[in-house]
Structure formats: structure tokens, C-alpha cells
């Protein structure tokens, strides 16, 4: 069974950046595709980023340019650098399995973007 611990997320101004990261155990980490998720109060999960096992990506229209998903297999851990934040990213972060798991939803952390 695959666990997902997601760390980083915390208070940032407008305009600054954040690194999110995202351990996973398991041994079979390394041939998921994964992504990132977020949910802000009152609205629905929605996909910010995901990345295939070999690297590729693709991005949320919401967030292209800003943010950047990455990956480490040797590490069982997936990145996602965000510049240039606003506060409409403000939001519960969470990694998981691309398309997600029921099973594999963690606790999140938290992101806000607030002057």
C-alpha cells in the first residue's frame, strides 16, 4: 500500500513562491503517474499539475508558467514549485495518483497567499 505525505505549504505574499513536496512509500512508486491536487473552501479538488512516470507533464490553465511539477522515482517523491502565487491559489494542497486513488488521499498542506 502507497502512502503520501505532502510538506511546505504555508503564509507567502502575492508574487512569492512556494516549494511543495510529496513522499511517497511503496514499491511501486516510481511507475505511477501522479499529480497535484488542490481544494480551496467551498469549491471542488481540482487538478493543478500531473507528471507521467517518465517525466512527462502537463499543467492546469490556471497555473501554466507559474507552477512546475517534478519528480524524483529514486526518492518516491514528487515537487511542485510555484511562482508568482496569487491568492486565488490559495487552497489545500494534496498529491496522488494521476488519475487519483480513493485510497491515497493524505492530509494536505496548506497553502495561503494573503498580504
Known amino acids: 500500500q502507497v502512502q503520501l505525505v505532502e510538506s511546505g505549504g504555508g503564509l507567502v505574499q502575492p508574487g512569492g513562491s512556494l516549494r511543495l513536496s510529496c513522499v511517497g512509500s511503496g514499491t511501486i512508486f516510481g511507475l505511477y503517474d501522479m499529480g497535484w491536487y488542490r481544494q480551496a473552501p467551498g469549491k471542488e479538488r481540482e487538478l493543478v499539475a500531473s507528471?507521467?512516470?517518465?517525466?512527462?507533464?502537463n499543467y492546469a490553465d490556471s497555473v501554466k508558467g507559474r507552477f512546475t511539477i517534478s519528480r524524483t522515482n529514486a526518492k518516491k517523491t514528487i515537487y511542485l514549485q510555484m511562482n508568482s502565487l496569487k491568492p486565488e491559489d490559495t487552497a489545500l494542497y494534496y498529491c496522488?495518483?494521476?488519475?487519483?486513488?480513493?485510497?491515497?488521499w493524505g492530509q494536505g498542506t496548506q497553502v495561503t497567499v494573503s498580504s
Open positions: 507528471i507521467s512516470y517518465s517525466g512527462s507533464t
Open positions: 496522488n495518483r494521476f488519475p487519483p486513488s480513493t485510497n491515497y
